[in-house]
Nanobody, 120 residues
Framework: QLQASGGGLVQAGDSLRLSCAAS????????MGWFRQAPGKERDFVAT????????YYADSVKGRFTISRDNAKNTVYLQMNSLKPEDTAVYYC???????????????WGQGTQVTVSS
């Protein structure tokens, strides 16, 4: 099971750090990704990180503002979000997969999501 947390209501320009803790699974066995879904929109890719943490890949919309990282010893993946914008408002989901890519279909375990709301 994947448990995402750390969401909240912030103002534009603020920062948040999301966490994704795994229970019953070993995070180090999986590529981990973050996705988000805004109301009325499809779920979009945000970022992904390989098993060792040595490779990452970001959506263009968050590149330079968001940082994905992982602590395999703590079985946790993080998403540091800086310079938040109103358009970042969405439910954020973490997911476990097998390949470092943006396609959501390649991720087979999903967390329940955490709401991030950015006011202007």
């Amino acid at each position: 099971q994947l448990q995402a947390s750390g969401g909240g209501l912030v103002q534009a320009g603020d920062s948040l750090r999301l966490s994704c803790a795994a229970s019953g699974r070993t995070v180090s066995n999986h590529v981990m990704g973050w996705f988000r879904q805004a109301p009325g929109k499809e779920r979009d890719f945000v970022a992904t990180i390989n098993r060792s943490g040595g490779s990452t890949y970001y959506a263009d919309s968050v590149k330079g503002r968001f940082t994905i990282s992982r602590d395999n010893a703590k079985n946790t993946v993080y998403l540091q979000m800086n310079s938040l914008k109103p358009e970042d408002t969405a439910v954020y989901y973490c997911a476990a997969g097998n390949t470092l890519e943006s396609y959501s279909g390649s991720y087979y375990y999903w967390g329940q999501g955490t709401q991030v709301t950015v006011s202007s």
